[in-house]
């Protein structure tokens, strides 16, 4: 006996196929996001102007970063506020749009 599909069933059943796997590598970015976890350093120059900041930081092990001192982008150059050179701080980082970005800052207790 063999089974055989309209073509209507055929292309929802592409439909809900692309989605799902669209759904999949979805959660799979997020959680790699979430698993980005925070990292000690000490900021060296805030450049609010420019929505930058230096920093001389751990090892970032989510972008495979040895301990050295680098300059990032801020997500949200508000945040650049809270911190000045020589504050202890743990932030988390990541690549966006191809720029060592900061997504999150604290200072450290």
């Known amino acids: 006996m063999r089974f055989e599909l309209s073509h209507e ?7 809900l196929a692309t989605l799902s796997f669209a759904a999949l590598v979805a959660s799979s970015i997020m959680a790699d996001a979430q698993t980005a976890s925070l990292v000690a350093g000490k900021v060296v120059k805030v450049d609010s102007s420019a929505g ?6 751990e090892k970032i092990p989510n972008l495979d970063m040895e301990p050295m001192t680098m300059v990032f982008r801020a997500a949200d150059p508000a945040v650049l506020k809270a911190v000045k050179a020589g504050d202890k701080i743990r932030f988390k980082a990541d690549t966006v749009n ?12």
């Open 98 to 109: 191809g720029q060592l970005t900061v997504t999150a800052i604290e200072k450290a207790k």
């Open 52 to 57: 930058k900041v230096t920093i001389d930081h």
């Open 9 to 15: 069933r055929r292309s929802t059943l592409k439909k």
